[in-house]
């Protein structure tokens, strides 16, 4: 499901060529259509669900509260109980939003969330309804960035200020919201190596699946004003400055220990950025 976003067209880049893959758009899928969904999932008897579909737009949920809730949290309800009736592992995609951000140091998965917004609220909600699965990975991630061939165009902030910067622009960045930034070809290979193991040695349950580090958006910006080589106009900003509509956790960064105890390594994100940079440049 959400094989046209970002993450979920990385996800089928990665599997495709070692599985037997079908990759679900929202137009061939809607999963905020039960029924639709349910009759789905019986036909294909899926051994592995993949849920990148997700309601996004942090801002447009305080005032669309259903439809978030249908896609973020009603719907992998649904995908948990065809789950749990073709015997198939669940993954599902969440967010560092689900913490109030009021910590200083990396939030790990033991610690208790906190969600201060409806977009927030919806994915938890979600996260509960995805580990009713009889084998369930629920993978937080958080400021994607990527893009895969062929695969939909690059979005999100990171893209954003790519954009500006190439053009010579002034980029208006956060200098008080840290954060770990997700590659997407990362995540999308971590997934694999997840669902490619037996239950013994990668357990069930709610992983973080970030690159390596942690950065404030003005230090993401720097660092990518380096690799691109340009020289760059910034315009660092605080969060109490500017008009959002929904509460943001300031402080974000999240801890990946728990998956590379496993052996999953998630590289550095000036690493991932770096890469990120040179595919842009070849494409």
């Not at 893009?147 to 960045?173: C, D, F, H, Q, Y």
């Not at 919201?177 to 037996?198: F, M």
């Not at 998630?266 to 940079?277: F, I, N, S, T």
């Amino acid at each position: 499901m959400g094989a046209g976003g970002q993450l979920g067209a990385a996800v089928v880049h990665e599997c495709a060529g070692a599985h037997d893959t079908v990759a679900l758009t929202r137009r061939q899928l809607d999963v905020s259509d039960a029924d639709g969904l349910t009759a789905a999932m019986d036909r294909l008897r899926p051994d592995v669900i993949v849920n990148g579909a997700a309601f996004t737009n942090v801002d447009a949920a305080e005032e669309r509260p259903l439809e978030a809730l249908d896609i973020n949290a009603f719907a992998v309800r649904d995908l948990a109980r065809a789950a749990g009736r073709h015997g198939a592992t669940l993954v599902h995609y969440s967010t560092d939003f689900v913490f109030d951000g009021r910590a200083s140091d990396p939030y790990t998965e033991e610690q208790p969330p906190n969600p201060q917004s409806t977009y927030a609220a919806s994915k938890l909600l979600g996260e509960w309804f995805a580990l009713d699965a009889p084998r369930a990975y629920v993978l937080r991630v958080e400021s994607l960035f990527g893009r895969v061939p062929n695969g939909p165009a690059a979005k999100g902030s990171v893209a954003g200020i790519l954009k500006t910067l190439e053009a010579g622009g002034a980029a208006k960045v956060f200098a008080d919201r840290t954060i770990s930034p997700t590659y997407i070809i990362d995540a999308a290979r971590a997934t694999r190596q997840l669902v490619e193991r037996d239950a013994a040695s990668a357990p069930p349950g709610v992983y973080h699946c970030v690159n390596s580090g942690s950065c404030t958006w003005l230090e993401l910006a720097q660092e990518l004003a380096q690799r691109l080589g340009v020289t760059a106009t910034l315009e660092p900003v605080r969060m109490a400055d500017m008009p959002l509509r929904a509460m943001r956790p300031q402080y974000c960064a999240l801890s990946n220990a728990k998956l590379q105890a496993l052996g999953i390594t998630m590289p550095p994100w000036q690493d991932a950025l770096a890469r990120y940079v040179r595919g842009t440049a070849a494409s």
